[in-house]
């Protein structure tokens, strides 16, 4: 009894609690935290995927879900996963409608993620961690000014996932969730022969994508490049229609 309660003090201070019954799913405690190595982060991206788009959680949902305190998925959620990593443009933070400000809920919504299985998520969110893979500065200030303009219809897509890939070579750093609308950007020293940078805008096209290049020189004007990339969706999406 006293080692029992022991114990539970320990979890307690880690920030982890027990989980409902009706989540384990006939698995012990035990079994359904190896899901997830017992991790908080990865407990958070198994929560996000198995159960968004499907329910839309907050955090205290995802806390059940994984068995971990509320503070603690906070702190792992808004100060881990959402400024670092992979992941971060890819959960979609929203407002419950008619609740007071602060009522927050969370979704994976891009759709590449969602279709991988969490085992392939689990290792391309741990390979991300080493490799940085995900959106650099420049690409996030863009999908940034992408969203302000267009929330939630563009998404970061530069990641070597097959399923991101077009025709069988490029990944597009940026892309329109509702069109076939493509956003790149371009370093002057990484993409510096215009004439591969010409074939690569062709090829999109003949794929029947719609693609703006932004290079790396106009990225500091950004009300001329907010400016740009408004027209050229707005015009694309004219022409779609």
Known sequence: MVKNLKNQRERLSRGERPIPSSFLGGLSEEEHRKIYDNNCKL???YALHK?????ILC???IGER???KRCTVKNNLLNGLLKNGILKTSIKKGTYPGTKKGSVYFSLNNPAFSELTFEELKRLYQNSAITNIGPNKSEAAILKLCLELYPDKFRFNGTRISKNRVGDRYYPDIVCTDYPIIIEHCGSWVHCDLEKEKQRVKFLENCGYYVLMIW????????IIKRQIKEFV????????
């Open 43 to 45: 407990g958070i991206i």
């Open 51 to 55: 159960y968004s788009p499907k329910q």
């Open 59 to 61: 955090m205290n949902d």
């Open 66 to 68: 994984i068995g971990w």
């Open 216 to 223: 790396d020189y106009d990225e500091k004007r950004r009300n």
């Open 234 to 241: 707005d015009n694309a999406i004219q022409n779609i229609q």
